[in-house]
Nanobody, 125 residues
Framework: QVQLAESGGGSVRSGGSLRLSCVAS????????LGWFRQAPGKEREEVAI???????RYADSVKGRFTISEENAKNTLYLQMYNLRPEDTAMYYC???????????????????WGQGTQVTVSS
């Protein structure tokens, strides 16, 4: 079964840093079509950072310059390094993946059909 296991969340004060990890298993891992999403209570799930099918990365405007998405193919692991955290970053963070994404860069669309249980990030002022 496809499994995505997030970790690294916690409570931090404003200005602090965290690094989230997501270990993927149960499918042929690809370095592409990977992303981090978050959802705060009462709000829609928000795209935070993406590694697209062509290898490009994109970030939500609210996190640009503060968050960095990366992955380590050999470990089937996706990361989100977060600096200068703000209270508005408080949310449950999920990693998402397209299990059908090939291991090659391309122009195909990503379908983020799977997500993990999430890891909570809480930022206090």
């Amino acid at each position: 079964q496809v499994q995505l296991a997030e970790s690294g969340g916690g409570s931090v004060r404003s200005g602090g840093s965290l690094r989230l990890s997501c270990v993927a298993s149960g499918y042929s891992y690809s370095s592409y079509c990977l992303g981090w999403f978050r959802q705060a209570p009462g709000k829609e799930r928000e795209e935070v950072a993406i590694i697209d099918s062509d290898g490009s990365t994109r970030y939500a405007d609210s996190v640009k310059g503060r968050f960095t998405i990366s992955e380590e193919n050999a470990k089937n692991t996706l990361y989100l390094q977060m600096y200068n955290l703000r209270p508005e970053d408080t949310a449950m963070y999920y990693c998402m993946a397209d299990p059908l994404a090939p291991g090659w860069r391309g122009t195909y669309s990503c379908d983020y059909d799977y997500w993990g249980q999430g890891t909570q990030v809480t930022v206090s002022s």
